[in-house]
């Protein structure tokens, strides 16, 4: 693949105290890529996840996206870069319509300010129109079209899921970053959202994954980059990782394939 990297993560660390949660971690993504990360429980993976999302700050080394350094950035201003993150508990506002927490999440993507608002001026009227499009769009693509106006909190655990993902599509992401995005989900079910990770992916846009489910991500990712104790021990094509002697012996016993 010829295409430019996206995003660079250069020596990072990360330490909580004395523990070093992540240690020396280098890594790319490439535009269009789907690059899984994956390792033991406690391995490092959410933790540098929020590294790259800016909800924690490294201890040392840096993340670019696009080529630009994204140090001390707070997570809205990386959000708006086009990098747009899942969480393995999701953030949703259980008490609002479906509709409504889609329109929350693109509220980075209009233009109307304060006062454009307050006077309903083309402004406003042209960025209402935007949002009602880009829902009904994005509804239509994590297939929740049916459920629009459902309170999040009656929706199914899968429902939620399918959300969730809107929620990180409606901001225009160049990247995706998905934290367990099948946890704890029935087979069914993740085959469900295996397919929706693929149609979002073939529209071109780089899919950055954290998953245990190992059947899912041999079948999906281009690479995989393979943590443990906060360290990459491996990092290749899926088949590569697979036969590696060091990721066998970080998994032994460990497997928690569904
Ligand atoms: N805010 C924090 N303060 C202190 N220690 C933390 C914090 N966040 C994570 N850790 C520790 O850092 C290590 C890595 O945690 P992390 O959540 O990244 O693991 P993980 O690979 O995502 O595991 P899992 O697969 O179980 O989600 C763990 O030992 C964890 O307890």
Redesign the pocket.
């Known amino acids: 693949m010829a295409h430019k990297v996206l995003l660079e993560g250069a020596s990072l660390v990360k330490c ?1 105290g004395g ?1 070093q ?1 992540v240690n020396d971690v280098s890594f790319q993504v490439r535009s269009g890529e789907m690059l899984a990360v994956i ?1 033991p ?8 996840f929020s590294l790259i999302s800016g909800l924690l700050r490294p201890t040392a080394g840096t993340v670019f996206f696009q080529g630009e350094p994204l140090s001390g950035l707070p997570p809205h201003r990386i959000s708006r870069k086009g990098l747009a993150r899942t969480f ?1 508990h999701t953030a949703l506002f259980e008490e609002l319509q479906v509709v409504h927490n889609l329109a929350l999440g693109y509220q980075k993507r209009t233009r109307s300010g304060y006062w454009d608002t307050l006077w309903r001026n083309a402004r406003w009227r042209d960025d209402q129109d935007r949002l009602q499009r880009k829902v009904l769009a994005v509804l239509e693509s994590i297939g929740l079209t049916a459920k629009a106006t459902h309170t999040v909190g009656t929706l199914s655990q899968v429902e939620q899921r399918r959300l969730a993902i809107g929620m990180a599509l409606i901001s225009e992401p160049a990247l995706m970053l998905l934290d ?1 995005p099948t946890g704890g989900l029935i087979q069914e079910d993740t085959d469900a959202i295996t397919r929706l990770i693929r149609t979002i992916h073939a529209t071109g846009i780089a899919i950055c994954l ?1 998953e ?1 489910k190992m059947r899912m991500i041999m079948d999906l990712a281009d690479r995989i980059i393979v ?1 443990n104790h ?1 360290r990459k021990i491996a990092e290749g094509r899926p088949a590569q990782v697979a036969a590696d002697e060091s990721v066998i012996e970080a998994y032994l016993g460990k497997k928690r394939d569904a």
């Open positions: 909580f523990m949660a390792g429980n406690g391995a490092g993976k959410s933790v540098l393995q367990e954290i245990h943590l906060g």
